[in-house]
C-alpha cells in the first residue's frame, strides 16, 4: 500500500478516509477502474492520494448529471481504452396534491433495503418527481423493491442519463460581518452567537469545502462552500466592503 505521509498535517478524518480508499481500490498499470460512489470528502482525498503516489495515472469524477454531488471515479492508467461508470437514474412521479415526500422518506427506504449507501449516488426529490443515481448492477432490484417511501407508493423506471435535466436551486440573503473568518460567517448564517458557533465547530457540525472544521479562525472567500449540520448548505458569492465601517456585505447563497 503507498503511504499517506502528505497528509500529515490533515486531519485523522483526511488520514482514515485515505487509508479507507487505498484498501478499497486498484490502481493498477495498463487498467482503467471505476469505484463505487464517493462523497465529496472522498473525492478531494482521492485526488490527493493519485496526485501523491499514483502521478501517472489520472482521475475523472461523474455521478449522473453536471451537479451532482456522490460521484464515482474513473482510475485512468490506459487512456487508449475506456470504461463506462455503470450509473443509472431511476425515476418515479408521484401525485404532489396529496402526498409529500421528503429526502428522508427516501434514505430510510434505501436504509430498510440492506443495501450499502455507497451503491447509490445522489437523490433528487422534486415537487412530484424522485430521481436516483444507483450501479447499474443493482438498478433492476431497486425497481422491483423500492416501492414505497413513507405512505407514497413509487413505480421507479430507468431514464436514459442524456434526458436528466435536473437543476439545483439557491436562494440569496445578505449578511453583514467585519470578517471572513469562518467562526463570524457561521455565527451570522446561523443568528448564533461565537460562543455556540465553537459548540458547533468542537461537535465536528460545520464543514469548509466538504472538510470538516474545527478552527474557527479559518477564513474563507467567494464560491467557498459551507455545511452547517441542521442548517444546510451554504455558498460564498460575493461581497462588498463599506468604506466607513470597512464591514462586508456578504452574498450567500443557501441550496434549497
Known sequence: MKN?????????????????????????ENRNT????????????????????????????????????????K???????????????????FNNKFNKVEHRNILGAIHNLGINFNRFGDIIVLE???YIFVDEEIADYISMEFTKAG??????????????TIEKKYEDFEIVSSSFRIDSIVAKITNKSRSKVKEFLEQDFVKLNHVILRNGEKTCTTNDIISIRKYGR?????????????????????LV
Open 4 to 28: 499517506i505521509n502528505f497528509l500529515q498535517q490533515g486531519s485523522a478524518e483526511q488520514r482514515e478516509v485515505a487509508e479507507k480508499l487505498l484498501q478499497s481500490i486498484s490502481f493498477v
Open 34 to 73: 471505476v469505484t463505487k460512489f464517493l462523497t465529496n470528502f472522498e473525492q478531494i482525498v482521492l485526488s490527493q492520494i493519485v496526485a501523491y503516489n499514483y502521478s501517472d495515472f489520472k482521475v475523472e469524477f461523474f455521478g449522473g448529471f453536471d451537479d451532482a454531488e456522490r460521484k464515482k471515479a
Open 151 to 164: 405512505r407514497v407508493n413509487l413505480n421507479f423506471e430507468r431514464v436514459d442519463l442524456s434526458d436528466v
Open 128 to 130: 412530484n418527481e424522485v
Open 75 to 93: 482510475i485512468i492508467s490506459n487512456e487508449y481504452y475506456d470504461i463506462d461508470y455503470d450509473i443509472v437514474c431511476l425515476k418515479a412521479k
Open 234 to 254: 451554504f455558498v460564498v458569492k460575493d461581497f462588498r466592503q463599506n468604506k466607513k465601517s470597512l464591514k462586508y456585505r456578504i452574498t450567500i447563497s443557501k
